[in-house]
């Protein structure tokens, strides 16, 4: 598996090759990872991060990620059914939290329909639909409609009460706790957002912080649980081939953390 822009023809036949990898990885369960893309082509890259740590490794990163092609929002649909496709059944997707391998035609408002969950939730810096964070790939996924409205604009912490629906998932009056397979999902996609969104492009400066209850403010919590997360849950082979389709297929740009899992220690 190499980084490298496609044309369009051939960013498709990558895309369906990066489909053929095993049944298991699609409800997220721990599994071997494919490995990662042509060791060559990943130092070119992330080059201008080699060597780097701290605040100059987030710049670094920054730099680099904040160069992509965006999408709207209505073609957040359709990259959705790609990017979340179950690998054991091409005509549906997987539910992040609840686990649910479920039909892509499926999409939409009514109760058992699935929709655009933001992982960064979008009232957290106020940005909204607009393209951009709104719409970037790294932290959207096909959630169950009625389970994305009860994660709601929650922070991340532990516990609370089950949720129905999203096996495995707990929720109280401010904080969501996702299902065990996409705790590190969940986790690596919040520390793309801190450092993709630095106050550029018209955007607030998203950060994270170890609060919950942050409410409109421009940050997400707590990041303490999730680099607990992050280290508890590695990016398996669903995680990775998705971070290649939105670089192939989409837009061109890449999670560094699903690529270095070591960055985050270096970062926070």
């Known amino acids: 598996m190499r980084i490298s822009r496609l044309t369009p023809w ?13 049944a298991a990885a699609s409800a997220g369960q721990p599994q071997t990872a494919e ?35 965006k999408v709207t929002y209505d073609g957040v649909w359709n990259a959705l059914k790609v990017t979340d ?10 539910l992040l939290y609840s686990g649910r391998s479920q039909s892509k035609s499926t999409n939409g408002g009514g ?15 106020d940005f909204g639909t607009a393209t951009g964070p709104g719409t970037d790939l790294h932290h959207l996924r096909p959630e169950d409609v009625t389970v994305n409205s009860t994660r709601g ?22 904080s969501f706790e996702p299902r065990n397979a996409v705790k590190g999902d969940v986790a690596r996609m919040l ?16 950060e994270l912080n170890d609060r919950v209850g942050n409410g409109s403010a421009p940050a997400h ?22 971070n290649q389709v939105i670089f192939d297929v989409y837009q061109h740009n890449r999670n560094p953390f699903i690529d270095h899992p070591e960055w985050v220690a270096s970062i926070w």
């Open 221 to 242: 919590g707590r990041i303490s649980v999730l680099k607990q997360w992050h280290q508890m849950d590695p990016p398996d082979a669903f995680e990775q081939r998705r």
């Open 153 to 174: 604009n929650k922070d991340f912490d532990r516990g609370g009460s089950p949720v129905g629906e999203a096996p495995g998932s707990l929720t109280d009056a401010d």
């Open 85 to 94: 496709q179950d690998p054991a059944n091409p005509n549906n997707v997987i």
């Open 35 to 69: 490995p990662r893309p042509d060791a060559a082509a990943a130092d070119s890259y992330y080059a201008a991060a080699e060597g780097k740590t701290g605040a100059a490794l987030k710049a670094a990163l920054h730099g680099i990620i904040k160069n992509q092609s």
């Open 111 to 125: 109760a058992n329909d699935w929709n655009r969950e933001h992982v960064w939730a979008k009232s957290h810096g």
């Open 191 to 206: 520390l793309y957002m801190a450092v993709r969104y630095e106050g550029g492009d018209g955007f607030a400066n998203l």
């Open 10 to 22: 051939a960013a498709g036949l990558a895309a369906a090759a990066l489909f053929a990898i095993p």
